[in-house]
Nanobody, 119 residues
Framework: QVQLVESGGGLVQAGGSLRLSCVAS????????MGWYRQAPGNQRELLAT???????NYRDSVRGRFTISRDNANNTAFLQMNNLKPEDTAVYYC?????????????WGQGTQVTVSS
């Protein structure tokens, strides 16, 4: 019923930038919280940043000051601007959204987008 699709991943050199996008689709009435996570091989999935419908943000310490989360409520889209990327940022990046359709709430995930940072 609902779908999250990420885009914008790729290969970048250390110090470079990428901008990830996440579009939510379906019979959506409201999106509460949106967030970005990542998972590197052999590691657990970790929360990077969240943003509420009102625009309040929170960041993981390791990305604060380098990553910026934002959203376009009118288009059910979230973004993650990543600057000064480091090789340790290499991972699959996932979008997450807590959203409501006509009759229920969903905790929805995207399929992930690969980010690779070369040294």
């Amino acid at each position: 019923q609902v779908q999250l699709v990420e885009s914008g991943g790729g290969l970048v050199q250390a110090g470079g930038s990428l901008r990830l996008s996440c579009v939510a689709s379906g019979n959506i009435r409201h999106i509460s919280r949106m967030g970005w996570y990542r998972q590197a091989p052999g590691n657990q999935r970790e929360l990077l940043a969240t943003i509420t419908s009102g625009g309040a943000t929170n960041y993981r310490d390791s990305v604060r000051g380098r990553f910026t989360i934002s959203r376009d409520n009118a288009n059910n889209t979230a973004f993650l601007q990543m600057n000064n990327l480091k090789p340790e940022d290499t991972a699959v990046y996932y979008c997450n959204a807590l959203l409501r359709t006509v009759d229920r709430w969903f905790d929805s995930w995207g399929q992930g987008t690969q980010v690779t940072v070369s040294s």
